[in-house]
């Protein structure tokens, strides 16, 4: 009789879900979907080292998006050697659309599934943030998301799932993986997320309006250095 290792059994038994139910990224062209997974890619990739944990995550998207499982070599040998007109295509495709909030969050995501963060990886996040254009504190929110929704902080999460800071149908996918009824917690952090809806706003608008002072700074003092010359 075969010896049974229990452990790696019910590792196996309990191994975290196959596939996103309704992420965003699935109504999109297979163009979008394709290009989606090359862009995460870039950053599994980053540290030139493809790790177990970070391939399953390809293969969780893959899942989600219900493409043919033979898409993962394809992206995985894209990882190893991509190229210039590939990477353009992904920029193009993704810059300034609203989806590139979501593909920030999936970026993050994809620098830790091995449980660090190599010194390559949150360098090549920003750049590839930066050309989407995805605005800063915009890009604040949605690490603050991720942050909370990996340490499970459901309640801290709720408040970014406000049209005031992300757009909620891109992020809804996230809770139904970990079986949060949206509704439910909605209901149950109306009064909080109020009231820290408040303070962050307040926040904003009190950098937006610095900002804005040093802006105007800078183009008065450039305004007054072009009459000087």
């Not at 394809?74 to 495709?93: G, S």
């Not at 190599?118 to 998301?145: C, R, S, W, Y």
Request: charged residues 25%; glycine residues 2%.
């Amino acid at each position: 009789m075969t010896d049974l290792d229990m452990l790696a059994t019910f590792m196996e038994a309990t191994k975290e879900p196959s596939a996103f139910e309704n992420h965003p990224i699935a109504q999109q062209g297979i163009e979008g979907q394709l290009l989606y997974l090359q862009g995460l890619a870039l950053v599994m990739n980053a540290d030139n080292d493809i790790h177990e944990t970070e391939v399953e995550y390809l293969q969780i998207l893959i899942n989600s998006f219900s493409l043919d499982s033979s898409v993962l070599d394809d992206v995985i040998d894209f990882a190893k050697a991509p190229d210039k007109v590939t990477i353009q295509a992904f920029v193009a495709y993704y810059r300034r659309k609203p989806l590139a909030q979501l593909f920030l969050f999936d970026a993050l995501m994809m620098t830790r599934r091995d449980n660090q963060v190599h010194e390559k990886e949150m360098p090549l996040v920003n750049a590839i943030a930066q050309q989407l254009e995805i605005l800063k504190g915009t890009q604040q929110d949605i690490f603050d998301l991720f942050c909370h929704i990996k340490n499970r902080n459901w309640q801290e999460s709720a408040l970014y799932f406000s049209c005031h800071l992300l757009n909620p149908d891109h992020f809804k996918h996230l809770l139904a993986y970990h079986e949060i009824e949206f509704d439910a917690l909605m209901a149950e952090t109306a009064e909080i997320r109020s009231n820290r809806l408040i303070e962050v706003i307040k926040q904003k608008v009190d950098i937006d309006a610095l900002e804005w002072e040093l802006l105007v700074y800078r183009n008065n003092n450039s305004v007054s250095y072009t009459h000087l010359t």
